[in-house]
């Protein structure tokens, strides 16, 4: 039934939606955004930086965990960009934040689709989708090779719990020479723990909502190569202060304003993750 209604999807309602007048309206809802300078609002400084991650790419001027968003971020100078990844039918890995397809208006899970069949999907939201209709859902690989030979650190969040599969993702980054300069995050502490027996040498952050002891305590039990990020809206002054005094690397998201950019420069932190800031 699903595959049916894609198919109605597909030869009825995507033409119709990238047809004008409909398009107009919709056009109105996925406007990129202009991005906000850090440096020239004086946060930060060029002795003493802060250093950004584009959340699921510079999702303000293309659609988010497209090729095009991490190229911007390359071409605006980002610290890192980071994706999130899931598996197909088929066992590839690709990027999408939900579980569903529908960022494409389509029905079903990634993990329905096979890599070809997600192929033949547009992307149907997003900031300029329209602009790129050329482009399809990229694999890690793909993701991988924007960073070949740049400055910007990859940063992999994986989704769902295919440990056994976990091996692939090192795979990919051992074969595209970033070890070093790749970031694998995780809610999962259980895989960040199977990533670290694979490979000691990546750097890796462990996701969380409020920063805590205990959390602070699980991250440094996983080696000195792990970090915290955190969901900036989950934490004040106090519990980020429980970061700063432990010495642990930390990052947060997501921070969209310049106001609490500077707060959190103020207290000692440098990464932050933005839907908008730039340098």
Not at 34 to 43: K, P
Not at 78 to 89: G, N, V
Request: with cysteine; proline share 3%; hydrophobic share 40%.
């Amino acid at each position: 039934m699903i595959t049916f209604i894609n198919k109605i999807i597909a030869l009825v309602l995507v033409p119709l939606m990238l047809n004008t007048p409909v398009l107009s309206i919709v056009q109105l809802f996925n406007q990129p955004q202009e991005v906000i300078s850090l440096a020239e609002n004086n946060v930060g400084s060029e002795a003493d930086p802060i250093y950004l991650t584009a959340h699921r790419g510079v999702n303000s001027a293309a659609p988010e965990n497209s090729i095009p968003s991490y190229e911007k971020a390359v071409e605006l100078g980002y610290y890192s960009a980071e994706c999130d990844i899931r598996l197909t039918s088929d066992g590839y890995w690709v990027l999408n934040h939900n579980d569903d397809v529908g960022h494409f208006m389509r029905l079903g899970n990634i993990s329905e689709f096979t890599l070809e069949e997600l192929r033949t999907f547009n992307y149907m939201s997003g900031a300029n989708f329209w602009e790129y209709q050329d482009i399809t859902i990229p694999t890690l690989d793909e993701y991988l090779d924007v960073f070949v030979g740049t400055q910007t650190r990859p940063q992999i969040e994986i989704k769902g719990d295919n440990y056994d599969m976990l091996y692939t993702v090192v795979d990919s980054v051992e074969a595209k020479g970033l070890i070093e300069q790749s970031i694998i995050i995780s809610f999962d502490l259980e895989q960040l723990k199977v990533i670290n027996k694979l490979n000691s040498d990546i750097e890796l952050w462990y996701l969380v909502d409020e920063i805590t002891e205990e959390n602070i305590a699980e991250a440094q039990a996983i080696g000195d190569n792990v970090w915290l990020s955190a969901n900036y809206e989950d934490n004040d002054t106090a519990s980020i202060q429980l970061a700063v005094d432990a010495g642990i690397g930390v990052s947060f998201w997501t921070v969209n304003t310049v106001e609490d950019a500077k707060m959190l420069y103020d207290m000692g932190i440098r990464y932050i993750e933005t839907d908008i800031l730039c340098n």
